[in-house]
């Protein structure tokens, strides 16, 4: 029959390194911080602590470990260099050259490693903070209320002909309410990158709103300001007129012309225009008969 097949077995190795020890003092922390897109240039120095007074002219090798999810952004935006690549003895440090140039705002906590050929580990923490860049540009809005304005913000593209790039925008906490960026996600790709941004006033006692946009990719970051208003109502001048149209149409002319036409005559009141009567006595009728009073007429 068939042979019962043996356990199964998962191998693993394990490389275990100890972190020498600074001595009773707690290993400095070294900090490090610049606005994004600009370039921090410094000189690091570091002592190694327990060295042996044997040490000589000894190589070394040093590494930087960023967390995971910011590693490749870290990778690009700080280099160390070693100015040179042997431990002189044990009481002259050794120094690096850093450049710590980020393209967008970050804070992040990195370990400095430093292995000695012989045997012999130190770390040392990096404090990295990108602070806020120089505004990109500022636009400006003007909208009646209930009505839009929209402009497009244009977007430099760091590599036109590299492959496209995604990136994502949004409105900072502080920005009103009246403003709106379309697309929030998109791809950079070529030189005419933009997003566009709506200015659109719902309030009528808010004649002015702020924001700031922002759009950012996994390494890159830009911002403007945004200034809306509403303009200012100007009354007309002068006492309003209107200008009515005296004359009739000629249709209408005509239909009244065509009424008249056709209207039963009335010869009484055509007689009446021609003769008008007046009230009063002819003189040619007859007088009343005078009454005649008889005076000294005998009583009985």
């Not at 009505?147 to 593209?157: H, K, L, M, S």
């Not at 697309?183 to 004649?207: A, M, Q, R």
């Not at 002319?253 to 009141?269: G, S």
Request: proline share 8%; net charge neutral; hydrophobic share 35%.
């Amino acid at each position: 029959g068939d042979a019962e097949a043996g356990p199964l077995t998962w191998r693993f190795p394990i490389d275990g390194f100890v972190d020498s020890a600074n001595g009773a003092t707690k290993a400095p922390v070294f900090e490090f911080a610049t606005q994004a897109r600009a370039v921090l240039r410094e000189k690091l120095e570091i002592r190694l602590a327990g060295l042996s007074d044997a040490v000589k002219d000894e190589p070394f090798t040093h590494e930087i470990l960023a967390p995971a999810p910011e590693r490749a952004m870290i990778k690009k935006a700080l280099r160390i260099t070693a100015r040179s690549d042997v431990i002189a003895d044990a009481r002259t440090p050794l120094v690096f050259d850093v450049e710590f140039e980020p393209l967008k705002v970050f804070q992040s906590k990195v370990d400095f490693v430093i292995n000695k050929s012989s045997g012999g580990r130190w770390r040392f923490e990096l404090l990295l903070e990108s602070q806020e860049a120089d505004i990109d540009g500022e636009i400006t809005f003007q909208a009646l209320t209930g009505q839009a304005d929209t402009r497009a913000v244009p977007i430099e593209n760091p590599h036109p002909e590299g492959p496209p790039v995604p990136f994502e925008a949004y409105m900072s906490l502080e920005t009103g309410v009246e403003f709106e960026v379309s697309p929030t996600k998109g791809f950079l790709e070529g030189d005419d990158c933009h997003v566009e941004v709506t200015y659109c006033p719902t309030d009528y006692g808010k004649s002015k709103s702020v924001g700031r946009l922002v759009v950012q990719t996994e390494h890159m970051q830009w911002a403007f300001n945004l200034k809306g208003s509403v303009p200012k109502y100007v009354p007309p001048k002068g006492a309003a007129k209107i200008k009515a149209d005296q004359t009739l149409r000629q249709e209408t002319q005509k239909v009244w012309a065509e009424e008249k036409a056709r209207a039963r005559p009335n010869y009484v009141r055509d007689n009446l225009k021609t003769n008008p009567y007046k009230p009063g006595r002819r003189d040619d009728s007859p007088s009343p008969p005078k009454r005649t009073v008889a005076r000294g007429a005998a009583r009985r």
